[in-house]
């Protein structure tokens, strides 16, 4: 292990922790609002199944948390004893979001646990919904705040460097970077689009084994329409991304689309591979549609990759990253909006076994897409770790045990991951939802 680069382990420590993370993290933005919207719509039709739904998402909820809290008290860890010298330079600037980031969890951790221990209490149950607002703000606000630290990654200012020291700090300004209005806004709607589409997959397969109780089908049709809504919200913010690339990370997107020279009309390379000539054979090439994704028009003009130095090109492999991203993206946007379209066509059932088994995979391919998502973005700011002053080579630490590390946090990680598989499956499992409608005087509910 201590042969092997520090830098190397690193990476690969950073990036496991991050991949394993952002899946938990993500739920934990998108669900309390799930909950939100189911409890609400129970008050508003007085159907008892809604309530039955937000009882049961917020105790799953509680476990996703949980794992969520580690491996971010992972990352915080890491960023200190792997990246010693990041921290020295940019930790001033990226303070004040780190730290409102932890208040932000504070107020989510103190309202989610009222929340939880006073179904009931109320002599108005909009009170109780009342207490998640709080909950589904500051999980958001989390999301925001950390969010802005890898913005600014991408696009620092705020700051003068001198000597490689860091003065005239602004750290409101460094918050409010270039980067930080697409991928706020593109983490927050992918973050919906993975819970809809997660709580989604989990009501088709209820209704795969035959559980045809009208509570499943009112749990699957809520959970498809806020899937098509945020899929719709996440597809246009994805759109502003490519413009924020365009004008503020051209190389990025250079190299995600294989563009070498500086053209106007340029075409958007999807698929096929690269041959030891540089020559890209079975791609699919539409014409104009790069420089349409740059600047809306075919007249505008995309930089290309041969306008940087060598080392300061991203790698290539971004490609796939790309074109996966797009893909998984329309399948998740697709999917569900051909349920809604069959559930109403005449003399069409809305649940063929082929359907419900496509809707079960949205939610591990809006997973997918997450983890394309935020590689695609750390990927294709190499070599840099804080583009344009501090190469990735020059911030990690020349520690020799980060290999055993490495392997510690692997084991911590499948624990984790495999005991939160364990505990809700179980947690679902010893308590269906029909008996637990029968034990809390919901048999009555309505069925419409």
Known sequence: MSSLDPVLLSRMLTGITLFVHIVFASIGVGVPLMIALAEWRGLRTGDSHYTLLARRWARGFVITVAVGVVTGTAIGLQLS?????????AGQAIAL???LETFAFFIEAIFLGIYLYTWDRFKSKYFHLMLLIPVAIASSASAVFITTVNSFMNQPQGFTLKNGVMTDIHPIQAMLNPATPTKVSHVLASSYTLSAGVLMGLAAYSMLRGRNHPYFKKALKLTATCTIVFAISTVMIGDASGKFLAKYQPEKLAAAEWHFDTMTHAPFVYGGYMDENGDIKYALKVPYALSVLAGNLPSTEVKGLNDYPVDERPPLSIHYMFDLKITTGVLILVIPLLYLIRGRLPGRKPYPRWLLLALILVG?????AIELGWMFAEVGRQPWILRGYMKVSEAATTSTSVGWMLVMFVILYLVLCFSAIKVLSKLFRNK?????????????????
């Open 81 to 89: 004893l792997l990246w010693p010298t990041f921290m020295r330079v």
């Open 97 to 99: 979001p780190l730290f």
């Open 364 to 368: 591990p391919l809006a997973m997918i």
């Open 432 to 448: 269906d939802a029909v008996e637990e409608m029968k034990q809390l005087g919901m048999e009555g509910a309505e069925s419409k």
